[in-house]
Each structure stands twice: as C-alpha cells, then as structure tokens.
C-alpha cells in the first residue's frame, strides 16, 4: 500500500529551505530582500509574457507555480534572518500588529491557507494582475523600510509586514488557481535537487546489461595532439588501438574544441551515460532493443553533442570554469542542461551531479589545452574523472 499523504506545513518547509541557504555566513537582510524583490518581478514578467503570447506561451501555469515556490523560499528567509519564523507570520495573519504572538507547536499547513479545492491554473486576469501589483507594491516598502534601517531599529515591525505580504501573496495564488503546497513542493525539489543536504548516487543505467554492454568502470585513455600535413589533429588510444576519429575544431575559429572527447568521458564517469562513447566503444545494449534503440540510439547521441556543445559556448564565456567549484555553476545553466536532457534517462540525475561532471570535464579539457595531452582515467565506481 501506498504511503499515505501527508500535507506539507509551513514548519517543514522553514526548516528544509534554511537547509539549502548557501549563503548562510551572511546574516543580513540584503540578500534575501534582494531575492524576494527579484523573483516578484519574475512572476509578473511570467503574466507580461502570457499577455504578451497568449497562444504561444504555454508554460505559464508551470512558471507561475515555480516563481510562486521561489517567492515562498526567499520569504522564509528573511522572515529567519529578521528573527520571525514562518509559522509566526501565518499565526498572526489577518491580525492587527500590537496582537503580535508566537506560533504554536500545533504544524500549519500551506492547504489550511486557501481554499479547500484550487481549480485548474488559469490564464492572468486583471484581478490577479492588480493583486500582483499590490504585492509588488508592499515588498517594495518593505525595502524602503529597510534601506531607512527602520527594519533594524525597529524589528518588532518586519512580522506585520511580512504578514501583510503573506495575505497579498495568498490572494495571488487563489487567483491565479495555483496552490501555494505545490509550489512549495517544486521549490523543495529544485533546491534539493541543486544543493542536497546528503548526496545520493543513482544507480548505473546499465548495471543489469550484460558485462559486454556495460559503460567501463575504469579505463585508461590517451588522448594527444598531433601535426599530420601540416595540419594538427587530436588522437585517442586506449590499450594501445586507436579509437574514434582524429579531431579538429570544426570551427572557423579555433578553440581546442577538439578535445571535447573529454566532457563524454566526465559524463561516464560521473553519470554513468555516454550514447556518444557506448557508439565509440561498441557497448550498445543490443540485448535490450527498446534501450538500444530510444537511449543509445541516434537521437540520443544528437541530444548528448548538443548538450556538449551548448555548455562549451556558455563555458567560453565564463573562462572554462577556471576556479569554480561545486556550488557555483549557475543554476540557471543546470536547469537547461536538465531540459536538453529530458525524457532520457539520464534525466534521473540531479543538478549537483551534473555540475559535478561538467567540472571534472572541464578541469581535464582545461589541462589538454596546456599540455595538449594526457592520459583521461574513467572510474565510474568512484563518480571521478581524472588526467594524468
């Protein structure tokens, strides 16, 4: 049987979002201010464009419930770092601010909140825009308050405000059919998603394959450049066979792209998925046909170099992640690389360990640009790419 649904309280969530606060060494109201105003804007921006596309947009309703989520998580954070909690806020909702009183043990759920059935998410309408508008307009008072330091010589008043954003902010999800659980939830997993507080591998994709399918556990590949006519050309060998084709840049400009081997392998390593290597080593699953032909197949191997180049022409930009470690990829890369991805099964994997191969891969492409080559060590068994 089933587990039996348990409504999510506003408790919960506090505790689980201040999990996740990578900016937790920051005691201030700065940050959080900033990113509540911030993802307000977002999810008016979300009505702009529905308005603005009324056919071609269709993810609105998904957006809002993520904008909504993100508004909540920001929220939270500064109701803490102001020395309220969430459940006090919702305690003292719809209550004149000199009644002021602490929460309960009693847990409050975000479904006691609103009505007890939320209909489907509807498109905008001129209700929810004005409210909307009346939440963008009490958080920005709420920053003119604390850029007077009238939060902090008076902290007594950020609860009252926060309250009355709360039931601003309740008053938008009920217009927008959009239940503020929900978006809870979405933010839960997305945060979670990026920045676990413990990390868990997922299994290999293909560990009930047969030997002789398997992606290698470790493996040893050199890969080096060399000039051929004139002409320089990256080689790959392992156990002494040449594998793959010899590489260029295929590109009016050069920019070592020829090396990009490299990020296929950090994805095996790391993920355990490469169609583009099973194709190089002749490790398609054939004893699964479905498997061989949707997850290994051509499309799968487009979808893998399209990822591959997409985040080469972000990475260009950002210096090949020189000096940048885990926790600081932009989430927003994350996000369209888990889009790019989606319906294969490497889709499984979090955002955490997606950053994690793409900078073992970019660490490795970062030492051939030097070197101009190297030995690259698989070890899927220990999530670790290596060069030597």
Known sequence: MADEFVPLSVQQFSREAIRTDRRSDDGSLNFPLLGLFGEVGSLLAEVKKKQRDKIAYLAYAEAVTEELGDVL??????AIRGGVTFADIVTNLHQDGDDWESASEEALTFDALQPSIIGPPKSPTEAFENTLIELAAAVGRLMDKHAKNDLSHDPSGLGPSLASILETLIRSANEAGVSLEA???KNRH?????????????CPFDEDA?????????????????????KNYVFQTCHG??????????????DDYR???VFHYAYVAVLGWSPVTRSLFRLKRKSQPTIDEA??????????????????????NMEFFEGRVPGELPFDLLKQVRQFVSGYEVSECPAWLW??????????????????????VIDMVNRRLDIE
Do not use: C
């Open 183 to 185: 978006a809870a939830v």
């Open 259 to 261: 090396f990009h081997d």
């Open 210 to 230: 047969p030997f002789e399918e398997q992606l290698p556990r470790h493996i040893k590949i050199e890969i080096f450049e060399r000039s051929v006519s004139g």
């Open 295 to 316: 997850q290994d197949g051509a499309r799968a191997k487009l979808i893998e170099e399209g990822v591959t180049t997409w985040i080469f022409g972000q990475a260009m």
């Open 73 to 78: 998580w920001y929220f939270n954070l500064v």
């Open 355 to 376: 950053e994690r191969a793409i900078l073992q891969g970019y660490a490795a492409f970062r030492y051939l640009r030097e070197h101009r080559r190297g030995t690259i």
């Open 190 to 202: 997305k945060t979670l998603d990026r920045w676990p507080v413990e990390k868990n591998y997922p």
């Open 241 to 254: 066979l040449n594998i793959g084709d010899r590489l260029t840049d295929n590109a009016m400009t050069p």
